[in-house]
């Protein structure tokens, strides 16, 4: 069951397209800092522990399973908490969306002391608590029902943005939430990756962190 929240709303957009630069910025930290591992694109870990059955790939089998079941963790919080407010929209999109800043910040805290690890059997938290709060997002924009807008997985857009085409025959429309869940991806990972090489995992997790206020904020002004 979807709720109609008006997607075509524009401060609701420009919240999900904040949301996929998260999951770029937040995918750089895991992958590049945390043993080639994601914490919000399953399709990749999934994969991983196919890939890591050859010995000298440098994947985690441990990396991996954590992250997918630390996802399942927070969809399943993110299904029941959809069903919970149901009859409260934007209620529960603002919760949603305070619980996975919160999340974050904690991970930044923690972090930057030292208790939760970016390395090692020690970062297998870490993964796991990241993972839960990408599990919990993308319960939350399923339930939305936001076409071309999931913020996490990239491979409909992108066919869609071919297949629907006028080159292809289709009706072309308008491709704007398409290429822009892309561009916004990809800013996001560059942004993740360039700050990785003149800082620390932890700044690039408060910057996540940050934008996700934001987008609370964008929907506790709006609604």
């Known amino acids: 069951m979807t709720i109609d929240l008006k997607i075509g709303s524009r401060r609701l957009v420009g919240a999900l397209l904040t949301l996929t630069a998260v999951t770029g910025l937040i995918d750089a930290v895991s992958y590049l800092r945390m043993g080639h591992v994601f914490v919000a694109n399953m399709t990749g870990n999934v994969v991983f522990l196919g890939f890591s059955l050859q010995t000298d790939a440098g994947l985690s089998i441990p990396a991996s399973a954590v ?9 399943l919080a993110g299904g029941r908490l959809g069903r919970r407010l149901d009859g409260r929209p934007w209620h529960w999109l603002r919760t949603v969306f305070a619980v996975q800043a919160v999340v974050l910040a904690a991970v930044t805290v923690l972090g930057g002391l030292g208790v939760l690890s970016y390395t090692g059997h020690r970062a297998l938290v ?30 409909l857009g992108l066919t869609g943005l071919a297949a629907d085409s006028r080159l292809a025959g289709g009706p072309g429309g308008r491709p704007h939430r398409r290429l822009g869940s892309v561009l ?6 560059a942004a993740g990756t360039v700050l ?20 609370g904020a964008l929907l506790t002004v709006t609604y």
Do not use: S, Y
Request: hydrophobic residues 60%; without cysteine; positive net charge.
């Open 184 to 189: 916004a991806m990809l800013a996001g990972a």
């Open 126 to 155: 870490t993964i796991a608590v990241l993972a839960a709060t990408f599990g919990l997002q993308n319960a939350t924009v399923r339930r939305l029902g936001a076409a071309d807008l999931t913020t996490t997985v990239l491979t």
């Open 67 to 75: 992250g997918i079941g630390g996802f399942l963790v927070g969809a």
């Open 196 to 215: 990785l090489q003149i800082t620390n995992p932890t700044t690039v997790i408060a910057l996540a962190t940050v934008l996700v206020v934001v987008v």
